[in-house]
């Protein structure tokens, strides 16, 4: 039996396999919500360092891990994708299980910048341009997109969970939930298809490598494919403030409950819990949502995210808190899903891999810029609550812009119709 891809058709075991082997890596981009249960312990047993190395060590190596989605996705438009993956998850196999190996702040926090960093960067951007490269149908694409993400949010809830467990008796037990790493890379390198086995299956469909698709190219198309970057910048701008403000209700949580006087630290994990759950299912079905909507399917959950937002600033009560986080989770996992599934729709395929990689970029931005956002908006005289609601007005009025510009495109396309017609 055979399995339709991007590249021709493949035995089901070895696409199966390999698809398996591409979500498995999603390990990798929330790995580091281990630190969550072990941070203060980190604290404690390097209270002797100087605690500006101590806190570099817990974020700074986020913050690296941006140019490095970034190089990644330019390495590969250039190279093998595989190769790319296989060294990026290799970085990070190696990084994590042996970050707690020598009892050295400074070693420790190289070894983090190893896995965090380079790791995550490199391994998420060409795990997501291979799935790309796999399928033509952007259906199908869009739904395994969402089981990527599904199966990501999936360990990132785990790992916590696990790694709390593991460090009541020592944090640095926690460390060995990265086991699961070492076969995991196993089954990276054997199963996920090559660089050159990709390119042999696009041409069994009669589909041109980018440098053959390159050569036949006009002049004037060449020119437009040496500003591809022009047409989706308004796409990385909605990817920037859509994370923005989303990630509050994981960073900022504890801030609104508390402040607004909704309930205490308990209650706040209540509601990330049930947005995480909310995420995920939806997430599984991005594909459903997708094939129904297609240029639609984000107008809804960016309105309607802010709108939640809105009205738990307006009304800080729990039902009204835990009503709105688990929807704003569900629009939350079409939404995210929906930025990896565009964001090679609008480049040329040559460019799908940096594409991928500057959404990396962006939303690492846009994670940093989060907590900055809400303390500007608490220095400018808001309560919490109304500070919250600040979050979702500003996505309304970014979803507002989204129908106008979706609507104006359609009118446009309406015309340019007539005018074929007309000179037919």
């Known amino acids: 039996m055979q399995k339709s891809t991007a590249g021709g058709s493949i035995p089901k075991w070895q696409f199966i396999l390999a ?27 390097f209270a002797d360092a100087p605690e500006a190395v ?4 817990l974020t700074g190596p986020s913050l690296i891990g941006i140019p490095a989605c970034l190089v990644a996705g330019i390495l590969c438009d250039r190279f093998d994708k595989k190769a ?14 042996f970050a707690t190996a020598i009892d050295n702040i400074y070693y420790f926090l190289f070894m983090r910048i190893l896995y965090v960093s380079v790791g995550w960067g490199v391994t998420a951007t060409a795990a997501l341009a291979i799935l790309a490269d796999m399928f033509s149908d952007e259906n199908e694409h869009a739904k395994y997109v969402g089981w ?38 196993v089954m990276v ?20 490598s980018a440098p053959e698709t390159a ?31 989303f990630l509050a209700m994981m960073y900022m949580i504890s801030v609104y409950v508390e402040g607004a006087g909704v309930g205490d630290a308990a209650f706040a994990g209540t509601l990330t819990s049930i947005q995480g759950i909310c995420t995920l299912v939806f997430s599984f079905l991005f594909g459903f949502f997708f094939k129904k909507m297609h240029d639609t399917v984000h107008l809804v959950p ?4 802010g709108v939640c937002f809105i009205v738990m600033g307006a009304f800080p009560t729990q039902p009204v808190a835990l009503f709105a986080s688990a929807l704003i989770g569900c629009l939350w996992g079409i939404l995210y899903s929906w930025f990896w599934a565009h ?53 309304v009025v970014v979803g507002a812009i989204c129908v106008v510009a979706y609507l104006a495109s359609r009118k446009k396309s309406a015309h340019g119709g007539l005018d074929l017609e007309a000179e037919k």
């Open 19 to 45: 698809i398996v082997a591409l979500f498995l890596s999603s390990f990798s981009t929330l790995a580091d919500n281990l630190m969550a249960p072990v941070a203060n312990s980190v604290y404690i047993a």
């Open 54 to 57: 101590i806190n570099f060590t």
């Open 343 to 395: 964001c090679v729709d609008i480049v040329p395929a040559s460019k799908a891999g940096t594409s991928t990689g500057i959404v990396n970029v962006v939303t690492g931005f846009g994670t940093l810029c989060t907590s900055y956002l809400f303390t500007g908006l608490m220095g400018l005289g808001f309560e919490p609550a109304q500070a919250w609601g600040g979050y979702g007005v500003i996505l």
């Open 84 to 97: 790319i993956l296989v060294f990026g998850f290799a970085v990070f196999v190696v990084g994590a299980n």
């Open 148 to 185: 990527y993400n599904a199966v990501m949010a999936a360990f990132g809830s785990a790992i916590a969970i696990v790694a709390g467990n593991l460090a009541v008796g020592d944090w640095q037990n926690a460390f060995h939930i990265y086991w699961i790493s070492i076969p995991i890379l």
């Open 215 to 245: 050569a036949a190219i006009s002049a004037d198309s060449s020119e437009s494919i040496k500003r591809w970057w022009v047409r989706p910048i308004p796409f990385y701008i909605l990817v920037f403030v859509s994370q923005m403000c």
């Open 302 to 305: 960016i309105i309607g995210i």
């Open 189 to 208: 390198v054997i199963f996920v298809p090559s660089g050159k086995k990709l390119r042999s299956m696009r041409a069994s469909r009669g589909e041109a």
